[in-house]
């Protein structure tokens, strides 16, 4: 039974546009949701988290909402540029314990 | 320059041969964890170290064991009871506490293929 689930695997925007890439979870004991960003042949790096007593988050152009009712999150890239092209993983946790990660999405952004 | 670093970074195994995989940090972080990514699946955690000398099994941890006998370490072995090791490893860290956010850090990867 996967918890977290990223039901798209790829996402493809032009430059300049909104990238939206979407999570969503089961598990309804999670609190803390985060966002990694990884490039081929390297380790994920953090980019963004929210707590789930917030709905949105904000960091420069990316801006993470959170819908708890419908168990439901998303990230939003705004401008999308090239060098945002990368795999996109969404992870969850409880309590700050160990993270429950989803499959990815592969995000391509065009010039 | 603080991080994680993880060796070697490709590693070939052959039939029925035990493999460690290194995990070194120096960012003076209590948790540690081993993933591993096959082809276009998430991370699956076979195992996690929340403090020295302790561990436990992830959702994968068959075939695979670990030790953390010092903070900054913590090694994999790949052992011949795992039939299929072929994929991408990764480790990470983590400071422990509910303000850290189990915000992990990840090494470069270790690429394991079989002979």
């Known amino acids: 039974d996967q918890q977290v689930k990223q039901n798209s695997p790829s996402l493809s925007v032009q430059e300049g546009r909104i990238s939206i890439l979407n999570c969503d979870y089961t598990?309804?004991?999670?609190?803390?949701f985060l966002w990694y960003k990884k490039y081929p042949a390297e380790g994920p790096t953090f980019l963004i988290s929210?707590?789930?007593?917030?709905d949105k988050n904000e960091d420069g152009r990316f801006t993470v909402f959170l819908n708890k009712s419908a168990k439901h999150l998303s990230l939003h890239i705004v401008p999308s540029q090239p060098g945002d092209s990368a795999v996109y993983f969404c992870?969850?946790?409880?309590?700050?314990?160990?993270?429950?990660f989803g499959d990815g999405t592969t995000l391509t952004v065009k010039p | 320059d603080g991080g994680i670093t993880q060796s070697p970074k490709y590693l070939f195994r052959k039939e029925g041969q035990n493999v460690t995989l290194s995990c070194e940090q120096n960012?003076?972080?209590?948790?540690m964890y081993w993933y591993r990514q096959d082809p276009g699946q998430g991370l699956r955690l076979i195992y996690y170290?929340?403090?020295?000398?302790?561990?436990q099994k992830g959702d994968i941890a068959e075939g695979y064991s670990v030790s953390r006998e010092k903070k900054e370490s913590f090694p994999l072995t790949v052992t011949s009871a795992q039939k299929n090791p072929t994929a991408f490893y990764l480790c990470?860290?983590?400071?422990?506490?509910?303000?850290?956010?189990?915000?992990?850090?990840f090494g470069a990867g270790t690429r394991l293929s079989v002979l």
């Open positions: 990470a860290s983590s400071a422990r506490g509910v303000l850290a956010k189990n915000i992990q850090y």
């Open positions: 598990n309804s004991m999670f609190d803390y």
């Open positions: 929210i707590s789930s007593i917030k």
């Open positions: 992870a969850a946790s409880i309590n700050a314990g160990k993270s429950t």
């Open positions: 960012l003076n972080h209590d948790a």
């Open positions: 170290s929340q403090i020295v000398n302790d561990f």
